[in-house]
């Protein structure tokens, strides 16, 4: 019976997600997610999408008889998921299983920034050890600093529990506060950036965050501010950002993700006082595996018993249709 359930997978997509898609279902591929694509036989035969996002309201009404868009990540801000809720049609993600994972990479960016590390390895590298000496000591350090956490949810909670490890105070801002958290809250971003000098944004991308890291932000953290994102670029104004850092507003910051990837601000990548990497908070095989099994089993859960493992919040109340 799911043999003749068609999936729709945009795109270059999860080998191990790929592989299970095919014994279970139908997999019809397009290039890119995107309507203009859409064939009168994939608007028939569509009941499904396997996507790591990018799914807009143009592509949901160009199939007729989609059920459910199984996303392949937590951050679904770029899956129009009010407009597939008005549709009937669910929307799941990949919650938890990569949460440590990502924590991790959080951590070793952090370090990165503050104690230039790869820039250190560089030095080895290229013979400036040997030639010229002992690499520079960092003017940064991790010693002393007060972490605010930007977005204290699963990923946020598993960044401070190791912080908490490291000895250095928390503090963090969301909408509302969490109860039973020892960390101190802050109603407002400004509050927190003020508060601290040391922000990490784990925040979702989305109209509610859009540019929320911004120039009176940046300012509030100080000049021995650091500023780490692990989130979604769109959160930061990054010409703010490299403003700031350029002009010593703030001292430092690493960044895993940007507005426009893979592009990166040109002022960015010239910074000195910048640790960057392509997106890869949750990137190794372990955890890109577990995913890949969480988006494929929310949609042989879906097909088979009418229901969603793990549904965003928009979509919680989509019903399957028979
Ligand atoms: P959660 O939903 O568990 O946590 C998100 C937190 O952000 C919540 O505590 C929420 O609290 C807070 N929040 C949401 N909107 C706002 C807002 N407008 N203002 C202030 N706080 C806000 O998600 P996860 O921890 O699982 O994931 C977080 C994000 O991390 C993902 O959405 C994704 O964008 C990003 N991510 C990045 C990865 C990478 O590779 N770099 C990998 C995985 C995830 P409240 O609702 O009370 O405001």
Redesign the pocket.
Known sequence: QQQAVAILVPGQFNDHAVGRIDRTFSRVWIERPDASLVTDEMRRAVRGIAAFGGINAALIDALPNLEVIANF???Y?SVDAGHAARRGVMVTNT?DV??EE?AD?AIGLLINTVRELPRAETWLRDGSWARNGNYPLSRLTLRGRRVGI???????LAIARRLEAFGLPIAY????Q?EGLPYEYHGT?KGLAEAVDTLIS????GA??ER?VNAEILSALGPNGVFVN???GSTVDEAALAAALAGGTIAAAGL??FADEPNVPPALLAAPNTSLLP?????SEHTRRAMADLCVDNLISWFSERRALTPVPETEKVKARS
């Open positions: 990540g937590v951050g801000d919650p990569l949460t990502v990479t930007f977005g204290m949810g699963r990923i946020g801002h969301n909408r509302r969490v971003l784990v925040a979702p991308g509610s965050t929320a692990i989130g979604r895993d993700v997106h890869v908070g949750s990137a």
